[in-house]
């Protein structure tokens, strides 16, 4: 058996409510979810942060108003740049979710009264799965 699949999750201090939503649900599938403040200071936060987005299997973007205001903006540049399965929960900007591709997946949860956490866990899970399934049948 592989290792547990590590999520990253970017996401502003004001916003952690909803962070706390999906990391009660990805802990109860076992996977092991990493932020921030999981990063080893070793050389300096731009390339610790690297290693430790890149290492990630799936990464998760909480985007507000808040987490777009961070500078610089690390974490936002690392998740458009790794070609990793990247999950983005819009949480100020209206996103079409019919958007979403293998690689990308977009849901707006601008209204608290209609978030679809179900749908959103859900998705997280398949990805998440899919994309380890790939890693564990490398032979090599």
Not at 74 to 82: G, I, S, V
Not at 90 to 104: A, C, I, Y
Not at 115 to 127: A, E, G, N, S, Y
Request: aromatic share 8%; net charge negative; proline share 4%.
């Amino acid at each position: 058996m592989g290792e547990r699949p590590v999520i990253y999750l970017a996401v502003a201090t004001a916003d952690l409510a909803v962070a706390d939503v999906i990391l009660a649900h990805l802990k109860h599938y076992g996977y092991r979810c990493i932020d921030i403040m999981d990063v080893p200071n070793l050389l300096n936060i731009k390339s610790d942060l690297l290693g430790t987005m890149t290492e990630s299997d799936v990464i998760i973007v909480v985007d507000s108003q808040h987490f777009r205001q961070q500078r610089p903006n690390y974490e936002l540049q690392f998740a458009q740049q790794l070609e990793k399965p990247l999950i983005v929960i819009s949480l100020h900007r209206p996103v079409d979710e019919t958007q979403s591709s293998g690689q990308l997946h977009l849901f707006d949860f601008r209204d608290p009264h209609h978030r679809d956490w179900q749908r959103l866990i859900d998705t997280i899970v398949t990805v998440t799965e899919d994309t380890t399934r790939l890693d564990d049948d490398f032979l090599f």
